[in-house]
Structure formats: C-alpha cells, structure tokens
C-alpha cells in the first residue's frame, strides 16, 4: 500500500529526513515513533503530498507521489495534528462542504454522510455548530472528514492529542474499528497507545529508521537482559555483592529503605537466575520478600533506540 524508498527531505543542508525506505502491506495498522523532529511529520506530509522530496520515490497504492499526486490523494484521508476545523459551520454543513471539495458524487453523498457520522459517533450532531463541540467531538468530525471519500488508507498524526482519558480511549477504540475497512499510519507519542493499536512500529530518529518490527519483538530483541526485582533483609553490602558475583549478572543496583534492601538486578537474556538467587538468600539466612522478574516496556525500547547514535555505513 505504502512504498518509500530513499527518501530525503533537505532545508538547506539540514536533512529532516534521511534516505528513509520502507513499506507498509493493505491492511496493516502502522504506528510510526520518534521524538519531536525526527522526521515523522516531513514524512507523512510528502507521502500525502503536501510536500516534495528532496530525493527519492514515494508510491501509494501503486501510484507516485510526485507524478500522480491527485491519484494518490483520492486514496488517502490525512488527519493532521491540528484538525483544520471550521468552527462556524455545522457538522452536516463542513462535511457536506469537504466531500464535494473531495468530489464525492451527488448520487452517494448522503449515503456516506450517514455512514461516517454513524462510525464517529456523530449521528446526533449534525445540526451542532463545530465551535460549539468539545476537543473529542471536533477529533471525531476530523475523523469523518477523512472518511467521508472512503480512502484506502488513512494517515493520523496524534489523533488523541490533547483528549482526556475517557475521549482517548474513545478515539482509539474508533481507529481499531476503522482498521477492519482501512490501511492506517498513526504516528503518536503515546507509547502505550501504539502497542495497544498497532501490528507494527516504526520508530524513526534523527531522520533515519532505527527500527520496524511489531511490540512484542521489538521488546524481546531489543529491550537488552533480564530484570530482576528483589526485595530483601540483610546486610546491603554482604546482599550487594553477593548479587554481583552471581553469573550472567550484568549489575546490581541495590539500595536500602529502612530495613529492607531493594532494587533490580540485570542479568543477561538467556537466563532466568531466580532459582539461584532463591537459593543463595536461603544459604545466607537473610529474608526475602520479593523476588519477581519485571517486564521490559515499549518504553524501555524506545528511549534506547531514541538516545543512541545513529549508526552510519562505515562506522
């Protein structure tokens, strides 16, 4: 659905994008990651054709980017972080107004108004004056505006930003329906937003793609070694090098709150040395009250990938 391949995006000799290649099957729902300016809106900016490359090719559902733009464009709704609004009309009106903009025949204008009110939840809200409407309700009529021309896929630039809790997860649980019909990039910097939502992560930094695989691998293959929460009573010193000496231990960072010592021990991936930690507080006669292995994050993932240098060919 999505081809992109070394594209680059230069402001004079600063690249805001990289030689950036990937691609993105029918179907699949994308989360696309990176700190602020990393490149993550200069890239769906071009791919929806605000904007020219620098350099490289771009194709949607088979079509070029630069060549074929209108042909692209009548495949994509592209949601942008600040929903362009106009607060004076009427819900009915304003998406009356962009599906004609969109040239949606007369002949299924009122049947994909109703459709897409009804998939937004704003089949009570035709008549309510946009202005009038809190941020969700203005989200979900941005929501609909890029629905109204059934597009194949659907370009989201932090949908929930700025929405409470509760209109957050409405949000996302109205992209998760959307993705059963639609092809969705969704870039966010809510992490957990992205691992509930997304098949797949891009994460981009720095311009370049440092990594493009689903939650779960990207947390097993790069979240680095096994942690050990452990909370235990005895002797801080005599605990903390016992901890360090084990094997496969990487570090011990212990301290103590009273009379219990905790914190975490890493260890490498290959093993789980709860059994032999087990056994060694046993030995010495100390009391343990907890000894859990802690998940890694996405989090976890991400600031490693985010804070590291880019690597380069020839490094």
């Known amino acids: 659905m999505i081809s992109v391949a070394h594209l680059t995006k230069r402001y004079g000799r600063f690249a805001a994008v990289d030689d950036v290649s990937f691609e993105v099957e029918r179907g699949e729902v994308v989360g696309f990651l ?28 088979g079509y070029d980017v630069l060549t074929q733009s209108l042909e692209v464009r009548r495949r994509i709704g592209y949601l942008p972080e600040s929903v362009p609004l106009y607060p004076e009309m009427r819900v009915d009106e304003y998406l009356r107004f962009r599906a004609r903009i969109k040239q949606l025949p007369s002949r299924r204008l009122r049947s994909m108004l109703g459709e897409v009110k009804e998939r937004c939840g704003l089949q009570q809200m035709g008549r309510e004056v946009i202005g009038h409407l809190s941020r969700g309700y203005r989200q979900r009529v941005g929501l609909a505006d890029v629905l109204v021309h059934d597009p194949e896929l659907l370009i989201l630039d932090e949908p929930t930003l700025g929405l409470d809790p509760n209109q957050n997860r409405q949000i996302r649980e109205l992209i998760k329906q959307l993705a059963s019909r639609h092809t969705i990039l969704l870039c966010t910097h809510i992490l957990p937003e992205a691992e509930l939502t997304c098949k797949r992560l891009l ?70 040395l709860r059994p032999n930690i087990f056994e060694l507080i046993v030995r010495r006669g100390w009391v343990l009250r907890d000894l859990s292995l802690e998940n890694r994050s996405l989090e976890d993932v991400y600031i490693g990938l985010t804070q590291a240098p880019i690597a380069r060919e020839g490094d």
């Not at 700190?35 to 949607?60: D, F, H």
């Not at 793609?209 to 293959?221: G, H, R, Y």
């Not at 212990?254 to 975490?264: K, P």
């Open 34 to 61: 990176g700190p602020n300016g990393a490149g993550k809106t200069t890239t769906m900016r071009i791919l929806s054709g605000y904007l020219s490359a620098t350099a490289g090719e771009v194709k949607v559902a």
């Open 203 to 272: 994460i981009i930094n720095k311009g370049h793609i440092v990594a493009s695989d689903t939650p779960e691998n990207l947390k097993s293959t790069l979240g680095g070694g096994n942690r050990i929460r452990i909370e235990v009573k005895g002797p801080l010193d005599e605990v903390r090098k016992a901890m360090t000496v084990l094997p496969h231990v990487h570090r011990a960072d212990l301290c103590e709150d009273g009379s219990w010592i905790h914190g975490l021990i890493e260890t490498a991936r290959e093993v789980d």
